[in-house]
T-cell receptor, first 112, second 113 residues
Framework: EDQVTQSPEALRLQEGESSSLNCSYTVSGLRGLFWYRQDPGKGPEFLFTLYSAGEEKEKERLKATLTKKESFLHITAPKPEDSATYLCAVYDYGGATNKLIFGTGTLLAVQP | DSGVTQTPKHLITATGQRVTLRCSPRSGDLSVYWYQQSLDQGLQFLIQYYNGEERAKGNILERFSAQQFPDLHSELNLSSLELGDSALYFC????????????FGPGTRLLVL
């Protein structure tokens, strides 16, 4: 069964304390890995799309990387405004439907 | 602001009732997706429409249905509502049918009492 697993479930950091979030996936035909940020009660906000192993993308304090089995979201010197749930998702074309499969997210709290 | 709009923002109704949620995709996007997000289930794909036609189905209940109109807006109809249908419902859109970035709307929070 296709799966997306994110870890840790929750992470508390001090402002300026860098860390990484993990997303591991098992799909029969990967066609892209996506990172979103979601604030409470809001819609997911698109961050990055990665298509092939070795690819990296950066935006401000965030950097996403992709290997054949997992992706990392590195957060460098985070600020309190980076506090949110970070969701990872993959497309799967291997089954009967081409749908976006989401992980359950990592809840990040950055304390001043 | 993603450019995807959803109405209403909040909806409170009773069990057994029927409601309609509305979504307008980003300008130029032909694909519309519906998702349900509840506390214990995470974000679950329901259904996709492309240029008016149903193209993919996920974990959508038979009590739920959707359609996409010629102007590309979409509606999600939920009927015979149960307490467990209380959730956030999101619409997303993308330009085409291929595996590409989806942009999400602000969501509709449904509370079934």
């Amino acid at each position: 069964e296709d799966q997306v697993t994110q870890s840790p479930e929750a992470l508390r950091l001090q402002e300026g304390e860098s860390s990484s979030l993990n997303c591991s996936y098992t799909v029969s035909g990967l066609r892209g890995l996506f990172w979103y940020r979601q604030d409470p009660g809001k819609g997911p906000e698109f961050l990055f799309t990665l298509y092939s192993a070795g690819e990296e993308k950066e935006k401000e304090r965030l950097k996403a990387t992709l290997t054949k089995k997992e992706s990392f979201l590195h957060i460098t010197a985070p600020k309190p405004e980076d506090s949110a749930t970070y969701l990872c998702a993959v497309y799967d074309y291997g089954g009967a439907t081409n749908k976006l499969i989401f992980g359950t997210g990592t809840l990040l709290a950055v304390q001043p | 602001d993603s450019g995807v709009t959803q109405t209403p923002k909040h909806l409170i109704t009773a069990t057994g009732q029927r409601v309609t949620l509305r979504c307008s995709p980003r300008s130029g996007d032909l694909s519309v997706y519906w998702y349900q997000q509840s506390l214990d289930q995470g974000l679950q794909f329901l259904i996709q429409y492309y240029n008016g036609e149903e193209r993919a189905k996920g974990n959508i209940l038979e009590r739920f249905s959707a359609q996409q109109f010629p102007d590309l807006h979409s509606e999600l109809n939920l009927s015979s509502l149960e307490l467990g249908d209380s959730a956030l419902y999101f619409c997303a859109s993308s330009p085409r049918l291929a595996a590409e970035t989806q942009y999400f709307g602000p969501g509709t929070r449904l509370l079934v009492l």
